[in-house]
């Protein structure tokens, strides 16, 4: 590993979290830059007590021209090794409302980040990309070969950036980046202490059946139960945010040892698919509740299964998803009961 400091851009969010624990756990060097547009600064609280040491904070809008002119500056004093960059937005149904905000802030992040990188000389880049850039043409599973398109202008934002990326590796030969697609993260810290805390009504399977486990929503819509598949509901490959977050340090591990320029898309993914049904008893058993479910029609654009083909990242990062669905559901219910309003509660009385 590197003796480098590493940017985590959008280091205070859920999957950022789970990474910057990760890294402070074996002395990784980390500054964040967020702007806590949908996370929360009692992160930083809750990273110091698991693991005794308290990150870097640069708060700042990398989508602005004057936060990347604050970020530049904060960072000139530091040897930087490159960036994890998992800023942007990230809610499929909003970016069909506000495509162009979307558009706005997921391009203009990646191109201010990159233009950072290049004033401080560092070369190296770990994107935060999505299957969500995998057209429903594919059939699963699906590898990083598969067709690229996407339903809505959260994924194209995804396209766009991995090719941004691309085109200045390629202008710059030093460059070296790796866009992760991840399927779909879920779960939390063995500790409980940080994990996803969406705003509003969550748009995703895990955080809605949580919320209804621990009563602040009625039921769990199940969206179509007439799909191709074994119990009729959807399937997806879910993956535990600790394997993900380990993904990227198998990414960080990959480039601090290659000096070679180089772009490579590389699925994160457990390979494996379970269903809505299959999901909510397993959530259901964890949390030792039932769990009321109510059958609906399908949600549009949403395809009958989606699963990764891994292969890549064993192969080139050594790195395999091993947590199963029930550590998922337990991980994912330690951290909803015991905050049940996310980090609200935390936040009106300083820790
Ligand atoms: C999973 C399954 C639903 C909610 C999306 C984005 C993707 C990524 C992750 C990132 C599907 C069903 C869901 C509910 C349900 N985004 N479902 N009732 O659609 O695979 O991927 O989230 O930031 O880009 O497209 O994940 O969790 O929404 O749905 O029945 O209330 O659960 O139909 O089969 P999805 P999901």
Known sequence: MTSKSIILAGGAGYIGSHIAALMLARDIDIIIIDNFANSSPVVFDRLERITGRRPKLIEADLASAQGAATVL??????????????????????????????????????????????????????????????????????????????????????????????????????????????????????SGLI??????IPNNLFP?????????????????????????????????????????LAAVDYLTNQNRGDVMPINLGSGHGHSVLEVISAFSRAAGKHIPIELVDRRPGDVAMSFANPSRAEKLLGWAATRSLDEMCRDHWRWQSGNRDGYRAAESNSE
Do not use: C, M
Request: charged residues 20%; hydrophobic residues 35%.
């Open 73 to 190: 500056d904060e960072l000139r004093p530091h040897d930087i090794w490159g960036a994890v960059h998992l800023a942007g937005l990230k809610a499929v149904g909003e970016s069909v409302e506000q495509p162009s905000r979307y558009y706005d802030v997921n391009i203009n992040t990646t191109l201010n980040l990159i233009n950072i990188l290049d004033q401080l000389n560092a070369t190296k880049l770990v994107f935060s990309s999505s299957a969500s850039v995998y057209g429903a043409e594919n059939k699963s599973p699906v590898s990083e070969e598969g067709v690229l398109s996407a339903a809505n202008p959260y994924g194209s934002t995804k396209i766009l950036n991995e090719r941004l990326l691309a085109d200045h590796a390629r202008a710059r030969s030093k460059w070296q980046v790796i866009n992760l697609r991840y399927f779909n993260p879920v779960g939390a810290h063995p």
């Open 195 to 200: 994990g996803e805390d969406p705003t509003g």
């Open 208 to 248: 809605y059946i949580a919320q209804v486990a621990v009563g602040r929503r009625p039921h769990v819509s199940v969206f179509g139960g007439d799909y191709d598949t074994p119990d009729g509901t959807g399937i997806r490959d879910y993956i535990h945010v600790d394997d993900l977050a380990l993904g990227h």
